[in-house]
T-cell receptor
Framework: GAVVSQHPSRVICKSGTSVKIECRSLDFQATTMFWYRQFPKQSLMLMATSNEGSKATYEQGVEKDKFLINHASLTLSTLTVTSAHPEDSSFYIC????????????FGSGTRLTVV | AQSVAQPEDQVNVAEGNPLTVKCTYSVSGNPYLFWYVQYPNRGLQFLLKYITGDNLVKGSYGFEAEFNKSQTSFHLKKPSALVSDSALYFCAVRSFQKLVFGTGTRLLVSP
């Protein structure tokens, strides 16, 4: 149980184009989702927290106009990287709270974005 | 601010030997601590968590962690390492509702 499906797993796009990454909770309602970015051989950096039906809260230094987050339903959150550039190439991982009372978090399998 | 530190970038251990991956924490209030494992190009898999209760927490795949309040540590341990345990391990602390991660420790178990 508590599965988050993240797609695509891997995407290559041209510089200047936009890419959308989806995270879908399969067997629970995800009122809160998180988006992380992971650079090679580095830790996970939280980009933003999204709550269903409201605007995402971005961490300091994250460009909200570049990384658009939408959490329009209890099972789907999307991250759109707009006007992507090579420096946006990274591994993006979503996460969701599936059991708030017991501090249960689950993670998607990640998306490897390469901008050429 | 809540934070965790993983002082070792890499830990090397021979298969069959015990392993320890270190984590120290800095929090205000009660710490809610977690360990996750990541395999290449994959998301994070939950190993165990400490919320309250016994200081020795048992988790998945034979891992356990010891919460030590006086040393502000939450080290991950396993009595007998497997080659398949080779992966990237992250310690994390709950800060408000989000998880804040350490820098990660790469565990390499040699045959």
């Amino acid at each position: 149980g508590a599965v988050v499906s993240q797609h695509p797993s891997r995407v290559i796009c041209k510089s200047g184009t936009s890419v959308k990454i989806e995270c879908r909770s399969l067997d629970f309602q995800a009122t809160t989702m998180f988006w992380y970015r992971q650079f090679p051989k580095q830790s996970l950096m939280l980009m933003a927290t999204s709550n269903e039906g409201s605007k995402a809260t971005y961490e300091q230094g994250v460009e909200k106009d570049k990384f658009l987050i939408n959490h329009a339903s209890l099972t789907l959150s999307t991250l759109t990287v707009t006007s992507a550039h090579p420096e946006d190439s990274s591994f993006y991982i979503c996460s969701a709270i599936f059991d708030r009372a017991n501090y249960g978090y689950t993670f998607g399998s990640g998306t490897r974005l390469t901008v050429v | 601010a809540q934070s965790v530190a993983q002082p070792e970038d890499q830990v090397n251990v021979a298969e069959g030997n015990p392993l320890t991956v270190k984590c120290t924490y800095s929090v205000s209030g009660n710490p809610y601590l977690f360990w996750y494992v990541q395999y290449p190009n994959r998301g994070l898999q939950f190993l165990l968590k400490y919320i309250t209760g016994d200081n020795l927490v048992k988790g998945s795949y034979g891992f356990e962690a010891e919460f030590n309040k006086s040393q502000t540590s939450f080290h991950l341990k396993k009595p007998s390492a497997l080659v398949s345990d080779s992966a990237l391990y992250f310690c994390a602390v709950r800060s408000f509702q989000k998880l804040v991660f350490g820098t990660g420790t790469r565990l390499l178990v040699s045959p």
